[in-house]
């Protein structure tokens, strides 16, 4: 609790920790009739966070906040196909995570398709649906040998 000292203009700095993204924006601000407003703050990564503010006049203050992921924006192989003899399913099959710009992995169930160069065919199942931002293949061979 407490009131807020509207003759108040002293400096607030926020701090964030718990993730391993970056902060950008302003993160001192002078308080204006005892308020202090941070705007165009953000943070890179989908994360858990504590914003801690502080001042040396005042006692700290403690927020907690969860960021979470921005919009499929990009694909990234998380699992390579292994273990690959020709017509025989991949011994691994290959994730696809779904992610935002800044590399963090949605919670998206967009289809994912894969296909592959070369001279011979891709068998097995080649799309597949994302799920929490993880699209899984199964049953991927490829029936001829390439070097």
Known sequence: GGSTVASSTASVT?????????TTGTTIVAASSGVSTFSGLSYSHAASLTLTFTSETLAQATQSLSVAA???NKLAVTQTAASATAAVAFGTQPKITIQDVNGATTTSTATVTVAANGSG?????????????VATF?????DKAQT
């Not at 926020?14 to 970056?22: D, I, L, P």
């Not at 097995?124 to 994302?130: D, I, L, R």
Request: hydrophobic share 35%; aromatic share 4%; net charge neutral.
């Open 121 to 133: 065919t891709l068998s097995g199942t080649t799309t597949a649906a994302g799920s929490a931002g």
């Open 138 to 142: 199964s049953g991927l061979s490829y």
């Open 70 to 72: 921005g919009p499929a």
């Open 14 to 22: 926020v701090a964030v920790t718990g993730g391993s993204g970056a």
